[in-house]
């Protein structure tokens, strides 16, 4: 069993950054891939990032390609986003989740733990 608990999210300007955490609980954090997702207000679910156990391995949606970066520490059993050049569009609740299959999927269902989500508000 994995808790996850994510911290960091805020209201922030168009064009500005954010860094959000996600402190898991529990052994073995480095056998979990893990992923970011978000979902926006009236919409569904969204693939953000995602990243191999070792780190040596990231993914992006296309939307936030360039602009943000996930990355981990496993001694620290903690998972980062780092969003720079943020939209309007980036306004969301994020959440972090882990895969115990260890694979960094782009989707949902790929994922077996999942934090409660910080809010993220970008103003126009």
């Known amino acids: 069993q994995v808790q996850l608990v994510e911290s960091g999210g805020g209201l922030v300007q168009a064009g500005g950054s954010l860094r959000l955490s996600c402190a898991a609980s529990?052994?073995?954090?480095?056998?979990?891939?893990m992923g970011w997702f978000r979902q926006a207000p009236g919409k569904g679910r969204e693939f953000v990032a995602a990243i191999s156990r070792s780190g040596g391995n990231t993914y992006y949606a296309d939307s936030v390609k360039g602009r943000f970066t996930i990355s981990r520490d496993n001694a620290k059993n903690t998972v980062y986003l780092q969003m720079n050049s943020l939209n309007p569009e980036g306004t969301a609740v994020y959440y972090c989740?882990?895969?115990?299959?260890?694979?960094?999927?782009?989707?949902?269902?790929?994922?077996?733990?999942w934090g409660q989500g910080t809010q993220v508000t970008v103003s126009s």
């Open positions: 529990g052994r073995a954090f480095s056998s979990y891939a």
């Open positions: 989740a882990a895969a115990r299959s260890g694979s960094p999927y782009s989707h949902g269902l790929g994922y077996d733990y």
